[in-house]
């Protein structure tokens, strides 16, 4: 069988992240200078689809680290409602692979507008997006042909990983954020066939995580929907309590993400509450009786470690979609660079 672009490029993450660190580092420098000058008291992102799930990423790092409250604001109140906002104490942070779509683009330019210090975080340092903000961290992802974004999601959140460590001068974070090749190598090597078997023929499941485990968990619910045309909901591991596990019923699937942080035993908490109603649970990073455990790469630093889980992520659900009859890089009525207004 042909390996997909997909494949290919998940392939590709450990050396694209090398990449990254060595050839954006300087760019880096510069913005956290900035950051560290402009000394914001509120972060606003700007971003749609995967490139907001690697916002919601950053978010819960911003204000881990920093302390620093971080909130999405949509690009539709600059490009269809035209309504400046005041960001005079604010820094805004556009995240987008292309850097084409006109919302987003809009978005940066009312942002710098309106006092804010703007950053571009896009796989293209030439592009509308890169061009409309004061800096810009190049991916250097090289050409992603698969319509679903893997590589250049993964070096999104790295990016932003990296340029928070710099901000902060954080020496543990450098040091975790240094060691990710390394750890997405192995996060590539890890085996999550027993959720294949199980989601081969499923219509429907919950992913669930918290904190920066959380994005991720939106971030695979929507790999589900676009590469395997599996319906599948993201939710906080808190807030799936709070009404959307009423239909939690027998031999449900349920992904829990968990890795090593303050959350994981309330993770493993609502795992085990969910296993009690009947449903097939699967879990990262603990063990719960009932629910099978997945393996995942260990011992790396809370802020870091769901991000290689992405890895592990985008390596099975590739497989996932050949499995149900799917071309992962060809998903339905969907293209490589979504441009909306």
């Not at 961290?137 to 999104?156: D, I, M, N, R, W």
């Amino acid at each position: 069988m042909t390996q997909s672009h997909m494949a290919r490029e998940v392939a590709e993450i450990p050396q694209t992240a090398r990449r990254f660190l060595s050839q954006s580092a300087g760019a880096v420098a510069k913005a956290a200078a900035a950051m560290r000058a402009a000394d914001p008291d509120l972060i606003v992102t700007v971003a749609r689809g995967s490139s907001d799930h690697a916002a919601t990423y950053l978010k819960y790092a911003v204000e881990l680290q920093a302390g620093v409250p971080v909130a999405s604001v949509g690009p539709s109140i600059a490009s269809i409602y035209r309504r400046p906002l005041k960001m005079g104490r604010a820094a805004c942070i556009g995240i987008s692979q292309s850097g084409q779509s006109p919302d987003t683009v809009d978005m940066m330019r009312a942002a710098g507008a309106g006092g804010a210090l703007t950053l571009a975080i896009t796989n293209h340092a030439d592009s509308p997006l890169a061009q409309a903000s004061a800096h810009a961290l190049p991916l250097q992802a090289g050409v992603e042909q698969s319509v679903a974004a893997t590589k250049t999601f993964v070096t999104s959140v790295l990016a932003g990983l990296a340029l928070l460590a710099e901000w902060q001068e954080d020496e543990g974070l450098r040091h975790a954020v240094a060691g990710l090749p390394e750890a997405f190598d192995k996060a590539l090597a890890v085996d999550w066939s027993p959720l294949a078997a199980r989601l081969s023929r499923a219509q429907s499941l919950y992913v669930l995580g918290r904190g920066p485990a959380f994005a991720i968990a939106n971030e695979a619910a929507l790999k589900f929907k676009e590469t395997c045309g599996l319906h599948a909901e993201s939710f906080s591991a808190a807030e799936v309590l709070h009404g959307p596990s009423a239909i939690v019923q027998a031999q449900f699937p349920v992904l829990a993400l968990g890795v090593e942080d303050a959350a994981l035993p309330r993770l493993a908490e609502t795992a085990a509450r969910l296993v009690a109603q009947g449903a097939d649970v699967f879990l990262t990073g603990a063990e719960v009786a009932g629910a099978v455990t997945l393996p995942s790469v260990r011992d790396l630093h809370p802020l870091c470690a769901p991000l290689v889980l992405a890895v592990s992520f985008y390596g099975f659900i590739e497989g996932l979609a050949r499995r149900r009859g799917f071309d992962p890089d060809v998903p339905p009525h969907l293209r490589k660079v979504t441009q909306t207004v």
